[in-house]
């Protein structure tokens, strides 16, 4: 069992930058693919980012050049970094660890961007 705790959603002004945690604890030798997912009101939950365990990164095109996700893995935890934010990122951010047959979800990061 993996357990996700995040952090670091707040108000920002656009093209301003911000930075979600994603801290883990519990099985997480068995985890391969951390994810990071997004849902904005009214709308469909949406995929923002994935790193697999060997470094490897997928940014889906919506935020490919602003957004970056990394990880500290003395700190057991994932970050994305956010840049250039636009209101349209706006939304109730997600970090989900996948492992063997199961998945967890972090509790959710809520970003709101406006002036």
């Known amino acids: 069992q993996v357990q996700l705790v995040e952090s670091g959603g707040d108000l920002v002004q656009p093209g301003g930058s911000l930075k979600l945690s994603c801290a883990a604890s519990g099985s997480i030798s068995t985890i391969y693919r951390m994810v990071w997912y997004r849902q904005a009101p009214g709308k469909l939950r949406e995929l923002v980012a994935n790193?697999?365990?060997?470094?490897?990164?997928y940014y889906a095109y919506a935020v490919k050049g602003r957004f970056t996700t990394s990880r500290d893995n003395a700190k057991n935890t994932v970050y994305l970094q956010m840049d250039s934010l636009e209101p349209r990122d706006a939304a109730v951010y997600y970090c989900?660890?996948?492992?063997?047959?199961?998945?967890?979800w972090g509790q959710g990061a809520q970003v709101t961007v406006s002036s």
């Open positions: 989900r660890a996948d492992y063997p047959w199961r998945q967890s």
């Open positions: 790193m697999h365990k060997s470094g490897d990164t």
